[in-house]
């Protein structure tokens, strides 16, 4: 590794607002390298991150970049003097174009002084970057169009045409399949052939095992320690994020499937799906997976009737069922865990007890008034049955974590007693511990009678934790896998259109009990 750090920092401490306190970071990156930092939800690595990228100033500390010491006034300084920080939610511009997101910090002008950005020559270089890395939208989409994965590809693509040093990419493969991380690695060799380093935030082992070189991990706003990747094991990496070994990260409880809860036959919303067909039984949990842009959330808000259904039946209970919006489909029994869980399911002005009992309301009124102190007691039931321990019923929402958030919306849905919970992405960007929380409580759900439709990019928890299998590959479903027939392998080889001239048949019913109980 050379000898002269791009990236240098020093002692940095911060207290942020509610007692979190980041204290004395040391931390280096070097040109070439792919330096991971690793850590719970809540462990101070988003607040480090915006320390680099001059969204924070910490309180203490030095910071250099390229040898010289710096103290950024703002995201832009930053990327003025090298660094990039690519968000997890991607800083996408929705009312810029597709060209103006991508080369937001390499704007061609005609007149830098008025600042007149040649457009021609601007999508001519946004469509050869769109060829040459393959990515999953057009020239002429609209960026509000797009799902939370093209998004993300669409946010990291600036590093490609960016010249920064210092890039720094937070959780970008979190709802990509392995097919479009290809695109992910395209950009990260890039990005180290001009002699840059990449500050790489993932929970994913896995991943980080093909090209990481160092990981930090963070814990409770202190460094717990650095390691190199190829002189040490996955168990010393999870002992140094919670302290302890994760002997099953895929902890199912398998059920014999009962009756039939929900079938869907022939359903179109076009231009995007097209006759999608499937069930879902008691005690099942039935995965779907596809590349981005396969259709995957938009069926799920379909399902939940957020999107217009063009034609198809949905039936609940063997009787066909009218869900034409959310309010049909939360009082038909049905629950949406979505794939953007800040801006569609919690409201970030409200306090947890709010936030829990937001879709239960009507449990806790009296004479037209709310009892808040039976609301108040139930959440707090619910806070220690999920292992949220940390939550404070009354307050704000948005004071707390990812993994603390994504819990909160699972027991709202689950106080709400709905027997058919559409997960889509449910793990994204969470921990490991924090995951198993939510597997152990998809099991929990199972258990008591419901069904599960869980829609992942994550093919090794699809593998671990469902019945079945469905993959999409442009809006249709093209294979349905029972748990012994489903590989790794075989999902990409769907989900890539690879397989479709050998396209397997859905099964019969007994055939998937009797793989189900096997």
């Known amino acids: 590794m050379p000898d002269k750090a791009i990236l240098e920092l020093k002692k940095i401490q911060k207290i942020l607002p ?6 004395d970071i040391d931390f280096d990156l070097y040109p070439g390298e792919i330096h991971v930092v690793m850590g719970e939800n809540g462990s ?29 006034s703002g995201a832009d300084d930053a990327a003025n003097s090298s660094v990039l920080y690519i968000q997890q939610n991607a800083n996408i511009l929705k009312h810029l174009t597709v060209a103006e997101n991508i080369f937001y910090h390499q704007m061609p002008y005609k007149s830098k002084l008025f600042k007149i950005i040649d457009h021609n020559l601007l999508n001519r270089r946004c469509a050869d970057i769109i060829r040459d890395l393959e990515l999953p939208f057009a020239l002429e989409d609209q960026v509000s169009k797009l799902g939370l994965a093209q998004r993300q590809i669409l946010g990291f693509s600036r590093a490609y045409v960016s010249d920064a040093k210092v890039v720094i990419l937070d959780e970008p493969s979190a709802s990509l399949t392995e097919h479009d991380q290809k695109i992910l690695h395209t950009i990260v060799d890039h990005i180290k052939a001009r002699g840059g380093g990449i500050i790489y935030i993932s929970h994913n082992i896995d991943e980080i095992r093909q090209f990481g070189d160092r990981v930090t991990v963070l814990n409770k706003g202190s460094l717990a320690g650095t390691l190199d990747l190829k002189d040490h094991s996955d168990e010393d990496i999870i002992r140094l994020m919670s302290g302890a070994a994760v002997k099953n990260r895929y902890p199912r409880l398998w059920v014999s499937p009962g009756r039939e809860l929900l079938r869907v036959e022939n359903l179109s919303a076009e231009p995007v799906l097209h006759d999608i067909s499937f069930n879902l039984r008691k005690g099942e949990i039935v995965g779907l997976t596809g590349l981005a842009g396969s259709g995957r959330t938009y069926l799920a808000h379909s399902l939940f009737g957020a999107n217009r259904i063009d034609r198809g039946t949905i039936s609940l209970g063997g009787k066909r069922a009218a869900i034409n919006s959310p309010v049909d489909a939360i009082g ?32 806790f009124s009296r004479f037209a008034s709310i009892d808040t102190t039976f609301l108040n007691q139930v959440v707090l039931d619910y806070i220690q049955k999920f292992n949220m321990e940390t939550l404070v019923y009354d307050k704000n929402i948005s004071d707390y974590g990812m993994g603390s958030q994504q819990k909160a919306v699972f027991a709202k849905w689950i106080m709400k007693r709905s027997r058919i919970f559409i997960l889509d992405e449910p793990t994204r960007s969470l921990d490991i511990p924090t995951r198993i929380d939510i597997y152990n409580s998809m099991n929990d759900l199972v258990r008591k009678g419901a069904g599960v439709l869980f829609i992942s990019s994550d093919i090794e928890e699809i593998l671990g934790m469902c019945d079945r299998v469905l993959v999409l590959h442009n809006g249709e479903i093209v294979c349905d896998l029972n748990r012994h027939q489903a590989t790794k392998e075989l999902i990409l080889a769907y989900a890539t259109g690879e397989a479709a001239h050998r396209r397997l048949p859905a099964g019969s ?10």
């Open 44 to 72: 101070g690595k988003s607040c480090l991150m915006q320390i680099i990228s001059g969204l924070l100033k910490p309180d203490s500390g030095v910071m250099r970049v390229l040898g010289k010491e710096v103290n950024f």
């Open 509 to 518: 019913q007994d055939e998937r009990a009797a793989g189900q109980t096997g």
């Open 18 to 23: 509610g007692g979190f306190f980041l204290k």
């Open 332 to 363: 038909s029994g049905l629950a949406l865990i979505p794939e953007d869980r800040i801006s569609d399911s919690l409201v970030s002005c409200l306090d947890v007890a709010d936030n829990v009992s937001l879709s239960s309301l009507n449990r």
